[in-house]
């Protein structure tokens, strides 16, 4: 199983940026794609974003594409999320996560928490 430590989260304005960062433990890594979700206060999980092993193909939530990016480096083991324009419905803990298969996900970090104010 794969080890999954997110960074990068703070307190940010609306119109801001963050970029999170997750590190994988372990050579599988590569071979997975991995996503970021994440999780509002008295809101259930979502999905922000995906990427496919090679960098290949990338899928976002509807309410994220055109501001967040998602990327990843192989060689590093890590997968990154390039937050720009910032808005205070994006404030939640983020996750990542390995796709072992369709819509299943599992090796959750323990997330960060990423704060917009208005």
């Known amino acids: 199983q794969v080890q999954l430590v997110e960074s990068g989260g703070g307190l940010v304005q609306a119109g801001g940026s963050l970029r999170l960062s997750c590190a994988a433990s372990?050579?599988?890594?590569?071979?997975?794609?991995m996503g970021w979700f994440r999780q509002a206060p008295g809101k259930a999980r979502e999905f922000v974003a995906s990427?496919?092993?090679?960098?290949?193909?990338?899928n976002y939530r509807d309410s994220v594409k055109g501001r967040f990016t998602i990327s990843r480096d192989n060689a590093n083991n890590t997968v990154y999320l390039q937050m720009d324009t910032l808005t205070p419905e994006d404030t939640a803990v983020y996750y990542c996560a390995r796709q072992l298969y369709g819509s299943t996900w599992d090796s959750w970090g323990q997330g960060t928490q990423v704060t917009v104010s208005s």
């Open positions: 990427i496919t092993w090679n960098g290949g193909s990338t």
């Open positions: 372990g050579r599988v890594f590569r071979t997975y794609a």
